[in-house]
């Protein structure tokens, strides 16, 4: 997803992002809150959005957030992509020219919200 995100943002004349192991934490932990609450929201735990990256470590001065689920294919990597880039808020969010880090998940294959074989997926976006 990583590479994808980043020819993307290469396309768009951006920089690319780098992986960050405390963004990537706060992704694992946000995927296992939507889980654990049912709940597909940027606040799963009804904590402010922000707390569970920086309980991560992380302590850049900007965080952003891309959450997504599909199954079967529409859960893909590309399929992922595809449906942020379709959406203006998660277009600009993921071509945010300031980003400079970035921490992935994907909880696949589980079951959230009444369905099998889902792919959950998180992608955290921070300015150092």
């Not at 859960?75 to 992509?81: D, K, M, Q």
Request: contains cysteine.
């Amino acid at each position: 997803m990583r590479c994808l995100i980043n020819e993307t943002r290469q396309r768009a004349g951006r920089s690319t992002v780098t992986g960050n192991r405390s963004l990537a934490r706060g992704a694992r932990r946000k995927n296992a809150a939507m889980i654990r609450h049912g709940v597909f929201s940027h606040t799963p735990d009804g904590r402010a959005f922000g707390s569970m990256l920086r309980e991560s470590g992380y302590r850049g001065r900007s965080m952003g957030e891309n959450i997504a689920w599909g199954m079967s294919e529409m859960g893909s990597p590309r399929a992922i992509l595809a449906a942020w880039l379709r959406s203006s808020e998660h277009r600009r969010n993921l071509l945010r020219a300031s980003w400079r880090d970035q921490g992935i998940a994907l909880r696949d294959n589980i079951r959230f919200q009444g369905y099998r074989g889902v792919a959950l997926w998180t992608s955290e976006f921070g300015r150092p």
